[in-house]
C-alpha cells in the first residue's frame, strides 16, 4: 500500500462552513423576494389602464388596435316650429273673391255671346256644371257681348260666392242689324276648391233698373274759373258749376267729340 500524504488539522473548521452556509441562505431569500415582488408588480400594471399619448382631436390610438376615427356629432338642430291646420289652410279672403268674381264675369260672358260655332259651345259646356243644359239659340241668330262687370259679391260661405254680374249686349236675327238689349243682372254661386273656381248652379237673370239721381246744384261760374275752364277744354260751351266740399270747382262743359257727338264733361279748376 502506496504511502500518501495525509493533511492533518489539530480542529475542523466548522465556523468557516457555518458562515457559508447562512450567506446562501440570504441569497436564496432574496431571490424568491425578488420573485415575488415581480410577480406582483406585472399583475399590478396588467389590471391598471394605460394612459394614451396625446393625438389630434377625435382620433383615438392604442398599440394593440388600428387607429379609429371617430365622427364628430352634428350640431343640434333647433326645434321644428307647430303648424296649426288653421295655417295650412289659410288663404287670402278678398283673393277668393276676386277670382271667383272674374270667374262669373267670364261665365256670363259666354252664357250670352253666340257666334255660331261649335267652339263656343263646348267652351261653355266646360265652364257649366254636366246635367245643366246648354242655351239653346236658333240658327242664324248672333249674340255680341258689349261688356260685362261685377255688380256685388257677397260670401254664402266658406270659399263660396254669389256673384252679380252686370252686362249688356246686342242681338241679331239677320247676322246685319244688332238690337241692343237693356242691361241684365245675372247672379252666379262659385266655389273655389282646390284652387278652381266653379259655377254650382244655373244663373239667375234680372233686368237691371237706372236709378234717378237728384241734380248737381249747377249754378254761375265766376269768370276767371271760367276762362281756366275754357283754356282746358277749348270751343266747350260752359253749363255751369258747383264748389265741392274739397274747396274747387267742378264745371260742367259741352264738348264736341268724335262723330260730332256733343257730350257734357266735368272740369276741375282749384283756386
Do not use: C
Not at 382620433?59 to 316650429?81: H, I, K, R
Request: charged fraction near 20%; glycine fraction near 8%; proline fraction near 9%.
Amino acid at each position: 500500500m502506496d504511502e500518501q500524504k495525509q493533511e492533518v488539522y489539530e480542529r475542523i473548521p466548522w465556523e468557516t462552513l457555518e458562515d457559508r452556509g447562512k450567506d446562501r441562505q440570504w441569497l436564496i431569500m432574496g431571490i424568491a423576494a425578488a420573485v415575488v415582488a415581480g410577480s406582483l408588480g406585472f399583475s399590478f400594471m396588467s389590471n391598471r389602464s394605460v394612459p394614451l399619448p396625446p393625438g389630434p382631436t377625435g382620433v383615438v390610438t392604442a398599440e394593440t388596435t388600428p387607429s379609429t376615427t371617430l365622427n364628430p356629432l352634428p350640431p343640434p338642430q333647433p326645434a321644428p316650429s307647430i303648424v296649426s291646420e288653421a295655417d295650412l289652410y289659410a288663404v287670402d279672403p278678398d283673393r277668393l273673391a276676386s277670382e271667383a268674381a272674374a270667374h262669373a264675369r267670364w261665365v256670363v260672358r259666354e252664357y250670352l255671346a253666340s257666334d255660331g260655332s261649335s267652339d263656343q259651345r263646348e267652351i261653355l259646356r266646360s265652364l257649366l256644371p254636366a246635367d245643366l243644359p246648354l242655351p239653346s239659340i236658333p240658327d242664324g241668330v248672333l249674340v255680341f257681348v258689349e261688356w260685362v262687370d261685377t255688380f256685388g259679391v257677397e260670401e254664402l260661405d266658406v270659399a263660396t260666392y254669389r256673384i252679380e254680374v252686370l252686362a249688356r249686349y246686342m242681338v241679331s236675327t239677320d247676322g246685319s242689324i244688332y238690337q241692343r238689349v237693356a242691361p241684365e243682372i245675372f247672379t252666379v254661386d262659385i266655389g273655389v276648391a282646390d284652387g278652381l273656381p266653379r259655377v254650382l248652379s244655373a244663373p239667375s237673370v234680372r233686368v237691371a233698373e237706372a236709378t234717378a239721381t237728384a241734380g248737381l246744384g249747377l249754378g254761375d261760374v265766376p269768370e276767371a274759373v271760367a276762362a281756366s275752364a275754357a283754356s282746358i277744354s277749348p270751343g266747350s260751351e260752359i253749363v255751369g258749376g258747383y264748389v265741392s266740399a274739397s274747396g274747387t270747382w267742378n264745371v260742367v262743359v259741352l264738348t264736341f267729340g268724335p262723330g260730332g257727338v256733343l257730350r257734357p264733361e266735368t272740369v276741375t279748376i282749384n283756386p
